[in-house]
């Protein structure tokens, strides 16, 4: 296990509008406002064709090669993250969402896209006097938190 302390910094409340994609508007917010780290939950819709990987291929191939699932409908939404800086200082979202529609959910994370349908509500809290970041892992593939 790995930590870090933090402090807790401003709280945004943002709404996002219908067909914005969430971690491009959730980043750009970030640098606009400063903000180096953060934790974050939402509720609302996301779009039909929003893209969401939903898992390895194998869990234990390298390179891991992810799974995306294409919604195929407007779902209802819930979703948590974090936000850290890479090693270039470059604000990374990392946000995973559930996807319902019926009796159907679907959970992964928002990386390659996911669009609001008509609107999804953020709360933003800054984490402040901390250091982590995003690490490049060779072995993975991913850009892991580094407390």
Known sequence: MKYSEAKQGRIFVIRLEDGEIVHEKIEQFVKDHAIQRATLFAVGGADKGSLIVVSPGESRSNPLKPVTFELDD???????GTLFPDEKGNPILHMHMACGREENTVTGCIRNGVKVWQVMEIILTELLENTATRQHDPNTGFKLLEP
């Not at 407007?74 to 948590?80: F, M, Q, W």
């Open 74 to 80: 407007a779902h209802e939404i819930t979703g948590s």
